[in-house]
């Protein structure tokens, strides 16, 4: 853990963000550190200091502000991937509005104003009799007045009920009928989102990109951080912060400014020139100005967009790739702060018929990362006894000094009712950052992990990494441009990731009592035997094999 309050140093392997691809060089990479966010209490700690005023999170009813400052507002565990993938969406959309796509040139708070889209929320989620009155009246006409007079009754959140530009924008009704049918089958998360307000259709474009809400009384739409839980927020300024910000820019840009006939289509359910702009988001915060993990996810995202898949293909390894890159975060971040020296190794099994000791490893170091963001919040609590502020206060023997410390460094302290001892105030936050942290921070590993196919108890009753197929072909194209040596494939996976998998990585990480070469090889020769089914590994020889990114540019 870093011991000064300037700078923080760790290894990190460099890429141009022009696109050259030189021989990697690995480099030390100066993470600076400011003070304190309160100048005298935990000097040292890595906070962005909020603008002068008012905290932009203290109107967010926030109790104890501690997972925060480590991590950032806010890693959310109860959201899923692809729903990470459209809050960032959203954002880069409404940016890309303010012509400041990618943008860090104000790092907290980070301001947007996303969209609503209440007209065509309610077409596709909230009007279940669109097609039940197609097929009660055969008249074009007569079916357009029935319905419309039946929305005019149900839809909710929309300033005016008036739904009669859609007679103009299609042919006949059962043509509105068939485009609403086509965009219900494009639904994100179909199965977790039962509230007609909180379903998503496809991000085919600026048109479908719209925030979480949930209808309040009196027919009002109301903000919801259930589904959008700032997770995507964090992920667009991971980017934005990035050295590759400028080539990964034109990239974001096609995908929520582009045109398609999706999109068009999606846009001629929706009335024109509606401002149904939400009001500005103001309060996500991200602790570091620079971090390796922000350079990886960039290069990452622009060895996908630089493949050049058709249409919307790329999309779900960039959702993979983006989850990937948060537990990293969450991983690299807790170890730093207990004295670690960044992202700890993931011991990999490629999944055996039986027990290996592979597995007994992967269980392991699952069990040993999994505690880490625990550890980080104990520690956070031990440099607050340490503080030069608490010491001062508790050597004077102030209670209500004590207090007023926890209050300014993590807003916690004002509903304590327990004895009047500084001793027993600290074993009471300590208490409830842990609680807190259990509740959602702590389950980010284990959810984002499942989530992306990292994560599994398959053939087990405990948690370990087992990759699954979809992951190990989206790690694939992400590192391999063109082909590579399975060896080199191998040892790019843990340079990048720290994925341990093969018993060259094996060795280098693991002591002599839990490394056996043959196991590890046997692991390895898994993987291999995985990728050929996929039609990513070509073997040239028995000594000699090759994984191959069919979507490589050719001379790469």
Request: charged letters at 25%.
């Amino acid at each position: 853990m870093a011991n000064t309050a300037d700078a923080m140093d760790t290894t990190v392997t460099s890429a141009l963000p022009d696109g050259s691809t030189p021989e990697a060089i690995s480099e030390t990479v100066h993470i600076p550190l400011s003070q304190g966010v309160w100048p005298g209490i935990l000097p040292g700690l890595p906070f962005t200091a909020p603008p002068a005023g008012p905290h932009p999170n203290h109107d967010h009813g926030i109790y104890l502000w501690l997972d925060e400052q480590i991590w950032g507002h806010r890693l959310w565990d109860a959201q899923s991937p692809w729903l990470i993938f459209l809050e960032f969406l959203n954002v880069a959309e409404a940016c890309q509005r303010q012509d400041r796509l990618l943008s860090d040139e104000a790092p907290y708070p980070l301001r947007y104003r996303p969209r609503q889209r209440m007209f065509l929320r309610n077409i596709l989620f909230n009007s279940d009799d669109v097609g039940r009155i197609a097929d009660e009246y055969g008249d074009s006409r007569r079916a357009w007045e029935a319905w419309l007079a039946r929305i005019q009754e149900t839809a909710r959140g929309v300033p005016q009920r008036d739904f009669s530009y859609l007679a103009s924008r299609f042919h006949s009704y059962h043509d509105f009928v068939e485009a609403v049918r086509l965009l219900r089958g494009a639904v994100v998360e179909r199965q977790s989102n039962k509230r007609w307000s909180s379903r998503f259709v496809f991000p085919f474009g600026a048109n479908a990109l719209y925030i979480d809400l949930n209808i309040v009384a009196g027919g009002q739409p109301s903000r919801e951080y259930i589904n959008f839980g700032r997770s995507g927020e964090l992920l667009y300024l991971m980017l934005a912060r990035s050295s590759c910000r400028d080539a990964l820019a034109p990239y974001v840009r096609a995908m929520v400014s582009g045109t398609n006939r999706w999109d068009r289509l999606v846009a001629s359910l929706q009335p024109d020139g509606e401002d149904d702009q939400e009001r500005e988001s103001k309060s996500c915060y991200l602790p570091y100005r620079q971090h390796p993990v922000f350079e990886g996810l960039a290069r990452d995202w622009l060895a996908m967009f630089r493949m050049e898949l058709p249409s919307f293909d790329v999309y779900p390894h960039l959702v993979t790739l983006g989850a990937l890159h948060l537990v990293r975060y969450h991983l690299s971040v807790a170890s730093t702060w207990t004295g670690g020296d960044g992202l700890p190794c993931l011991v990999c099994e490629i999944v055996a018929p039986r027990k290996t000791l592979v597995r007994e490893v992967s269980l392991r170091t699952y069990g040993q990362n999994d505690a880490l963001s625990t550890n980080a919040v104990e520690h956070f609590v031990d440099r607050v006894r340490e503080s030069d502020a608490w010491r001062s206060a508790e050597s004077s023997g102030a209670f209500v000094q004590c207090r007023q410390v926890l209050q300014q460094a993590v807003w916690w302290g004002d509903r304590y009712d327990g004895p009047n001892d500084p001793e027993a105030l600290l074993a009471e936050f300590r208490r409830a950052a842990l609680k807190g942290h259990q509740q959602h921070v702590a389950q980010v590993h284990r959810s984002y992990g499942r989530e992306i196919g990292l994560v599994s108890r398959r053939g087990t009753t405990r948690f370990r990494y087992a990759p699954t197929d979809q992951l190990i072909k989206t790690l694939l194209f992400a590192t391999v441009e063109r082909r590579m040596e399975f060896g080199e494939f191998l040892g790019s996976l843990f340079d990048k990731y720290r994925l341990v998998i093969g018993p060259r990585e094996a060795e280098r990480v693991l002591s002599t009592d839990e490394f056996d070469f043959k196991a590890f090889q046997a692991n390895a020769r898994r993987l291999e035997q995985r990728l050929d089914s996929l039609g990513l590994l070509r073997r040239l020889s028995d000594a000699c094999a090759y994984v191959e990114n069919p979507y490589g540019r050719a001379g790469s």
